[in-house]
């Protein structure tokens, strides 16, 4: 896997542009991004920050010294006539994401992240005469990328859906991007082979560019899987090339057979200095490393008594993990928290086809909700009822509570009293027992009327009554 990321910083990698995403096309530009003779690039700070930040996150090495190589080609949307990357000498190198697969867990092992510079966009539509011409808008180009190379360690489509999940999920960690694939700032590539079980060398590989969703990039590989499978077994090679994936046809086509690393004619930046990000600078970056989504999950499991899985989707963004844990701390019972969100949120989520994102109920609400029945205000069936009713009108808990006139559950007691006093007479040596001190048999009592009410009724008003009676 080739995973480009874009970095968030406010400037582009080599000048001062601006690099906000939507800006009417070639006014974030200035002679050095557009390539002009004589121009000289200037390296951002922050980009490099941001790049040794991600890598640290993803357990690489971070090499003191790296260097900028100028990768010459000609593309339309590439002024200069070369891209400048880094080469030989990455930023970083021998990271790994650790992925869950049946029965444990498996390191994927990532070769190197490096940093480089962006190309321009060419637009194919939305501006007059688009039919008969291409447009190139350089507001992209210079924005800084970090591109993050993976060993060939992962065996099926389902891992490498993982360890983009994973991957993605650790960057939005760090903050250093938004992985925006709908804006371009996550794109991957991914080079895929076969071989026969047991063989020792790699199959030829071919490439898949350009896939805009991890699910398509999962069904990409599934359909090249077969199609290679399908050339070889007729009896026909494999040839090295890219291919791009169409997601209405569910199949690839050969775009361009693959360049050789050579033709990019690599050569060390001559307008850069080698980059050093020496011990001290490399100790400050590390500093502002928050808690990763692997940690925090185990933590979190231990902490609220969740499950797994639920940990998984509950830490899957930064804000959530937030969001879900100052809740629960607020909350009177964090357990509790914890318990609707994988009782009762989770199953209408999954019922309505909803990301955890998309939830009309937000972890504010759940805390409120929860602090509801933990007070005995509400039962937990006027809970789900009225959870139910959020999901039907897209509203969050404390609204919906509000609508329905903040209902309470009835603490009408004569029912209740009626069975306190069944209780007491059909357990006669219990009851001597109370009296007699062992003021513990309480929970007896209460035990077997949430019993009888089948969990209904409120067990602190239950408390309540049966204390009346029996100190009577
Ligand atoms: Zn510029």
Redesign the pocket.
Known sequence: MEVHVQLLTAS?IF???STRFGDPPNT???P???GMPGALPVLNRKAVEFGALAAMALNCRVNETSIFARKNYFYPDLPKGYQISQYDKPLAEHGFIEIDIPGGKKRIGITRLHLEEDAGKSLHEGFPNDAAKTAIDLNRT?VPLAEIVSEPDMRSPEEAYQYLTRLKEIILYTGVSDCNMEEGSLRCDANISVRLRGAREFGTKTEIKNVNSFRFIKQALEYEIERQIGVIEGGEKITQETRLYNANEGRTYGMRSKEQAHDYRYFPEPDLLPLVVDEKWQAQIRAGLPELPAARRERMVKEYSITAADAHTLTSTRVLADQFESAARAARNPKRVANLVQSELMGRLKAHALEMEQSPISMAGIAASANLVESGAISGKMLKDLYDLCFERGKDFPVVYEEEGRPQQSRDTSALEKLADELIAANPKQVEQYRAGKKTMISFFVGQIMKASKGQANPQLVSEVLTKKLED
Do not use: A, D, R, Y
Request: charged share 10%.
């Open positions: 582009k000048c001062s542009c974030n530009v200035c050095v991004c557009l210079g």
